[in-house]
């Protein structure tokens, strides 16, 4: 069983990676795109109705900012690049990624109506202007941000890899090993005698708090623009009540999307480590990802940050 999930995460690899060269997700980032402006049209059309008194309209627009949340998810996106990640680089359990996304996904949201009604209310700036600070700014300080998360990925794959080396050398065959826990050492081999580097939880607990909240922060530096257009619109028609239940209904649209990559790229590494469980090269196999994880984080949010500046 454990070979049959190896093999189907491999083939599932391999499968994004012909999609990705056959130009499949510059398609779909297309229509991504003509869904996200059919959405817009349509709220657009609903917010007229809300303040109109139209109490189809108010469900009818939440409809579409969800909806919209779901589309602009499903195009190419800093926050899935990250959650995917980290999700594909690290043992993090998927309900604390799948908080992680969601958090992530509502912390745009406060983000962005933090963002539309200090601009209005205290510096009187208009739509174009907030857009701009949201491209011109804090687009690329996110990019940046999840730039360095990709390379802290890096850096912690590469600090264990010795140590992995040095385990798997140590013994010289790649059978079952039993270790048990040290109070304080991480874990002890019983045939050799030595740690060979902390314990799961040792390691979780060191890194998940400080890993979620700069994942969190990371994402939800940058508002989405279709948030910031209904915020505004909703403030200048006296509806901005509607505009922020609109706002968070896009944020979970987004999150439902984000959370299903995370999920998705932890079974993916689940699998690819399943065959190997219990062996010694499971700490090298693990330091290995974790740093291609990083790289490919680094890559695509590294670009996305150059096309910005």
């Known amino acids: 069983m454990r070979r049959v999930l190896t093999i189907a995460a491999i083939g599932t690899l391999l499968t994004l990676a012909a999609i990705w060269f056959t130009g499949g997700f510059d398609q779909l980032a297309f229509w991504a795109a003509q869904m996200q402006r059919s959405f817009q049209n349509t709220i657009a059309g609903a917010l007229r ?3 109109a008194g139209d109490d189809g309209a108010v469900l009818a627009l939440l409809g579409a900012c969800f909806a919209y949340g779901l589309a602009h998810a499903a195009g190419p996106g800093h926050g899935k690049v990250l ?3 980290y999700g594909m680089g690290s043992d993090v359990p998927v309900l604390r990624l799948s908080i992680i996304a969601l958090l992530s996904s509502l912390g745009q949201a406060v983000t962005a109506i933090a963002l539309v009604y200090a601009g209005v209310l205290l510096l009187d700036l208009g739509r174009e202007t907030l857009v701009g600070v949201t491209e011109d700014i804090m687009a690329p300080a996110s990019y940046a941000a999840i730039t360095a998360i990709g390379l802290w990925l890096v850096w912690r794959g590469g600090r264990k890899l010795p140590t992995a080396l040095q385990a798997s050398e140590g013994h010289g065959h790649d059978h079952d090993h039993r270790h048990h826990p040290h109070a304080e050492g991480g874990e002890i081999c019983k045939e050799c005698g030595h740690a060979h580097g902390p314990t799961l939880d040792q390691v979780r607990q060191a890194h998940s708090l400080r890993a979620a909240l700069g994942l969190i922060a990371g994402i939800a530096i940058r508002p989405c623009t279709g948030a910031l257009f209904v915020l505004v619109i909703t403030w200048q028609m006296g509806i901005g009540g509607l505009g922020i239940g609109g706002t968070f209904a896009m944020a979970l649209g987004t ?3 984000t959370v299903g990559v995370g999920m998705a790229a ?4 689940g699998g690819l480590l399943a065959g190997i469980t219990g062996s010694t090269r499971l700490a090298r196999v693990s330091a290995l990802l974790e740093v291609l994880a990083g790289t490919i984080v680094v890559f695509l949010a590294g670009g996305l940050l ?4």
């Open 49 to 51: 109705g809300a303040r």
């Open 83 to 85: 959650i995917g990640g």
């Open 255 to 257: 999150a439902i999307v």
């Open 266 to 269: 932890g079974g993916l590494r």
């Open 306 to 309: 150059l096309r910005a500046l």
